[in-house]
């Protein structure tokens, strides 16, 4: 859900869905996962860092009419939570993929966690989110953590559209082990 306005979870909320991050499928218990919380007035502050990051960047999407419905957007949103996996560099066990799958997990625990509590919640990887100078300003410096995107948390902005999903069968097969 991506409209999203006030209220946003209570503190004891975003505790219990951060906290259901830490239950994902983790290899090597590494906890690659890392998360910032951006809320209140440092969501317009978010707002001036990225787009200015992103126009800087050269960026040619970034049009007046963008920056308009960004921040519009941005404003609505109560909670953002910025989302990266930390590289373990000194690691040489458990390959990088692997790290980057169990921070997805997390972050889908916090997706089901908030969607469970009756918020809508959204990941997305707008805001600049592979330009280095707002990684860097959020605190995940590109040699040391994988930037991930943010996933915007609150109260749903209107009903929550039914989407059509595909069947599953169309993605699935079994395999026996006999030659066909
Ligand atoms: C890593 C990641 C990044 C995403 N970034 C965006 C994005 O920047 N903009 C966007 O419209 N959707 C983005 N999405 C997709 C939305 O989060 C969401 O999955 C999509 O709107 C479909 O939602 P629905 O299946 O509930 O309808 C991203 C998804 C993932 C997994």
Known sequence: MKFLRGPGPRQEEVDQMLQAAMSAPD???????????IRGEAIGRLADVAIDAVKRSGDKRMTPEKEKSVR???????????????IAHDNTKIPEQEQLLATGAAVMNILNAAHMMGYGAFWSTGLGTYVEEVQEALGFD???????????????????????????????SEWTGVPA
């Open 27 to 37: 290899h090597g218990a590494l906890r690659p996962w890392r998360f910032q919380l």
């Open 72 to 86: 519009e957007w941005m404003a609505g949103v109560p909670l953002f939570v910025a989302l990266a996996q930390k």
């Open 142 to 172: 590109p040699l040391d953590y994988r930037f991930l995107g943010y996933l915007a948390i609150g109260t749903p902005a209107c009903a929550v559209p039914a989407v059509q999903r595909p069947d599953y069968r169309e993605f699935t």
